[in-house]
């Protein structure tokens, strides 16, 4: 796995059972942890996933799978273990941990263009937004979970590999071009440029709806 800006370099080990693959990833950097990937039997990647600190922990589970247990079953005894990468986050770690499975270009997440994955993250003021690339757009928003909340431009892709940046309309303004045909790093700049006064980080889970007043 090739290093990725701002994390240190991971190392990974994988034990297949069947089409079943149990793969572990550990980071080389100030924070110890373990990222655990399941597989179904099948081979479909989404099964389980789940973070540890502690290499016993990663073990005992390797052991059981080994044994034979279901991903129902290991999911039902160890409570780290979730039926989403992002959901098996240690709290506050969940933005990062989305912004490095993009990086790693990971098949268990939602991938956008990798060079303008790069470029965005390179943008240090970025990093603190959740990374939600859809239909070719990638948007960085300020929760994690549905309801979510977008307050940044927007990078929409051009027919000829080129971005636009679009700032987000309202009910009273419309959204509007900052910027056509612009490269991966021109548009990530541009973004970083234009984040409203007051923006970030991110929020765990969805965006709070706001109280209706009587």
């Known amino acids: 796995m090739e290093p990725v800006e701002g994390f240190a370099p991971a ?3 994988c034990r297949v059972r069947g089409k079943s693959r149990f793969a572990v990833y550990a980071t080389n950097d100030d924070e110890r942890e373990f990222r655990i990937e399941i597989s179904a039997d099948s081979g479909w990647l989404w099964g389980a996933f789940g973070s540890t600190d502690s290499l016993a922990v990663v073990a005992a589970i390797l052991h059981e799978w080994c044994e034979g247990a279901s991903i129902g079953q290991l999911r039902r005894e160890w409570t780290l273990l979730a039926d989403d990468p992002l959901k098996a986050a ?8 989305a912004w490095r499975l993009t990086l790693e270009r990971s098949r268990v997440i939602r991938l956008g263009d990798a060079e303008l994955a790069e470029a965005l993250y390179a ?3 970025l990093r603190v937004f959740f990374p939600w690339p859809s239909h070719g757009q ?12 977008n307050e940044l431009p927007r990078v929409i892709p051009t027919i000829d590999g080129l971005w636009d940046v679009v700032a987000e309309g309202s009910t009273q303004t419309p959204s509007r071009v900052l910027g056509a045909r612009l490269s991966a790093s021109e548009a990530a700049a541009l973004v970083a440029a234009n984040i409203p006064a007051g923006s970030g980080p991110a929020i765990e889970g969805g965006w709070p709806e706001r109280e209706s007043t009587a």
């Open 11 to 13: 190392v990974a080990a």
């Open 90 to 97: 240690p709290p506050g770690r969940v933005v990062s941990t």
């Open 123 to 125: 943008q240090p003021a």
């Open 138 to 149: 990638f948007s960085l928003l300020s929760s994690t979970a549905d309801p979510f909340h």
